[in-house]
C-alpha cells in the first residue's frame, strides 16, 4: 500500500524542515494521542520518520498500566541516551501516563530527557518544543485542564481535519477519542490517576471527526473512552452513550462501528439491544472482567458481580444470539485463593470468549490494592496465568476450527508488508482472516468462505 494519506491537513504537507520519531506503548488511546501529537507537531513543520538515527525529535509516548511497561521505558530511554551523546541536537521527549505519574523520579533516573507532557497536557507540546529550543533548558507541562482543551483537537474546526496517521498511509481502521480520564477507581488501576477524571469531548465534535476520517478513506472507526458508557454525564446536555452510537453509526460510508472500553457496571440494556438494531456495530464486543470470582470483584472494587455481569451477556445474546465477546482478566490479584483462580476458569469456559487479555496482577504506586498485603507469589501468578492462557487459547482454536465451512463478510484492513497478495481483515465477529489475492482488496468488504483456522486467526478464500 503506497497510496498516501489522504487526510493529511495542508498543515502537514508544507516543506517539513524536521523530522519526529514517535514510539507508542500500550492501549489504543495513546495510539490516538500520538496520531493528536503527530497533528500538532506537523503544524510545527515536523514530519514522521521510521529512523531515530535521522530523527531531530524522538518522543515516547509511554504506558503506566503496569510496572513492566515502565521498565521498557527506562531501558529504551537508556539507548536513546547513547544516541543524543552522539547527536546532541536531537531533542527526547516523554509523553503518556508515565510521564504523569512518574515526572520529577523519570526525570532523576534519565536527565536526557528534554521535554515531559502528561496525556492531559498534550495540547501544550508545541509551546513546551518551542521553550526547549529557545532556551536549551528542560520543559514540562503534567496535570489535567478542567475542560478541554485536553482534547487537543476538540474545537469544531480541528475536528473536522482528521489527524495524520502514525503509518503514513491510509488507514481502513481509525480511532476517534470520545472521553479522557475515568471515575471508577477500580482498586488495581492508575488510569484515574494517570489520565484523570472523565472529561466527554461534545458530539458534534466526534461526529464531525468521524465524517473526516470516512472522507479520508477509514471504513471502520473505534470509538474510544476508558469507560465509554458513561459518556457524556459531564456534559451539559448530558448525551447519552446510546445516543451518539445512534448517531454515529447514521454516518454515510461509514461500513463499521466499534467502541472501547466498556466498563459492566454502567452497560445498559438500550446498548446491548441497540446491537439489534444496528448493524454497523458489527457482532462483537470487548466487555472486561476481570475476575470470575465475586469476593475478587469486590476486592477491585469492580461494582458487579458475576451474576451481573452474565445479565449483560445475556441482553447482548438477546440482541445478537452468535455474539462474539472479548475480555480483559487479572489474575493473582491481592488475597486471590486457588478456588477463587478456579472461579476464573469456569466462568472463562462457560462464556467461551473469542480471546482474552490476560494479565499478572502488577501491584502498582498509590492504587488500594498496591497497599494490600496479601499480595500472591509472584510464581503462583505465573501459573495461574500459563493455565488461564492455555485454555483460552483452547477456546480460540476450537471457536475458530467452528468457522470453517462458514461464508463472512470481511472488511479488509491491509495488505501484508512481507507477503504482497496477502490482506488481512476482519469478520463482523472481529475475527482476523488472512485471503490470499491478485487484485487489492484493503478497504473493501468481500464475502469471504473460511477454509481453516487456529488459535490465531483463520484463513478464507473470496467466493
Ligand atoms: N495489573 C495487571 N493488570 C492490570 N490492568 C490494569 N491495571 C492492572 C494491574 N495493576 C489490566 C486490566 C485492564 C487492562 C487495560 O489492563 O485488565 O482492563
Ligand atoms: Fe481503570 Fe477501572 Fe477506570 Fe478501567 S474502569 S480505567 S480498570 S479504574
Not at 209 to 225: H, K, N
Request: aromatic fraction near 6%; charged fraction near 20%; charge should be positive.
Amino acid at each position: 500500500m503506497t497510496e498516501p494519506n489522504i487526510s493529511i491537513s495542508p498543515a502537514v504537507r508544507s516543506p517539513a524542515l524536521k523530522k519526529v520519531h514517535i514510539e507508542t506503548w500500550g492501549c489504543q488511546m495513546n495510539a490516538a494521542d500520538s496520531e493528536r501529537m503527530l497533528a500538532l507537531l506537523a503544524k510545527q513543520s515536523y514530519e514522521l520518520t521510521s529512523s531515530v538515527d535521522e530523527a531531530d525529535l524522538v518522543l515516547l509516548n509511554t504506558c503506566h498500566i503496569r510496572e513492566k511497561a515502565k521498565h521498557k521505558v527506562l531501558s529504551r530511554l537508556g539507548v536513546l541516551k547513547e544516541i543524543k551523546e552522539r547527536r546532541p541536537g536531537m531533542t527526547i521527549a516523554v509523553a503518556g501516563c508515565v510521564a504523569q505519574a512518574e515526572g520529577a523520579r523519570l526525570i532523576k533516573a534519565a536527565p536526557q530527557i528534554d521535554i515531559l507532557v502528561g496525556p492531559g497536557k498534550i495540547d501544550e507540546l508545541p509551546r513546551l518544543l518551542s521553550e526547549h529550543d529557545t532556551s536549551g533548558k528542560r520543559a514540562q507541562a503534567i496535570g489535567f485542564h478542567r475542560h478541554p482543551p485536553a482534547l487537543p483537537l476538540s474545537t469544531a474546526s480541528a475536528a473536522a481535519v482528521a489527524p495524520p496517521t502514525l503509518s503514513g498511509k491510509r488507514e481502513v481502521s481509525r480511532y476517534v477519542n470520545i472521553q479522557q480520564g475515568c471515575n471508577n477507581y477500580c482498586t488495581f488501576c492508575v488510569v484515574p490517576f494517570t489520565r484523570g477524571r472523565e472529561l466527554s469531548r461534545s458530539a458534534g465534535d466526534i461526529l464531525a471527526e468521524c465524517t473526516a476520517l470516512v472522507a479520508a478513506g477509514a471504513r471502520e472507526v473505534t470509538l474510544l473512552g476508558q469507560n465509554v458508557n458513561s459518556y457524556g454525564s459531564d456534559l451539559a446536555d448530558q448525551p447519552s452513550f446510546a445516543s451518539l452510537l445512534r448517531a454515529a453509526t447514521a454516518l454515510p460510508g461509514l461500513e463499521r462501528l466499534r467502541f472501547t472500553t466498556s466498563n459492566p457496571h454502567d452497560f445498559t440494556e438500550e446498548l446491548a439491544a441497540l446491537f439489534a438494531t444496528q448493524p454497523r456495530l458489527g457482532r462483537y464486543l470487548h466487555l472486561p472482567v476481570q475476575s470470575g470470582s465475586d469476593p475478587v470483584l469486590l476486592r477491585m472494587q469492580r461494582k458487579v458481580t458475576v451474576a451481573s455481569y452474565l445479565e449483560r451477556l445475556a441482553w447482548l445474546r438477546q440482541a445478537v444470539p452468535d455474539i462474539a465477546l472479548s475480555t480483559d482478566l487479572i489474575v493473582g490479584f491481592p488475597g486471590e485463593t486457588d478456588e477463587e483462580f478456579a472461579d476464573t476458569m469456569r466462568l472463562v469456559e462457560q462464556v467461551r470468549y473469542g480471546f482474552a487479555f490476560m494479565f499478572k496482577y502488577s501491584p502498582r504506586k498509590n492504587t488500594p490494592a498496591g497497599r494490600y498485603t496479601n499480595q500472591v507469589d509472584e510464581k503462583v501468578k505465573e501459573e495461574r496465568l500459563a493455565q488461564l492462557m492455555q485454555l483460552q487459547d483452547k477456546i480460540t482454536g476450537e471457536i475458530h476450527a467452528a468457522e470453517v465451512g462458514q461464508t463472512r463478510p470481511v472488511l479488509f484492513h491491509y495488505e501484508s508488508n512481507k507477503n504482497p497478495g496477502q490482506f488481512y481483515g476482519r469478520t463482523e465477529h472481529f475475527r482476523l482472516v488472512r485471503v490470499a489475492s491478485t487484485v487489492p482488496l484493503t478497504g473493501q468488504v468481500h464475502q469471504v468462505r473460511i477454509t481453516s483456522g487456529n488459535k490465531v486467526g483463520l484463513l478464507g478464500e473470496l467466493v
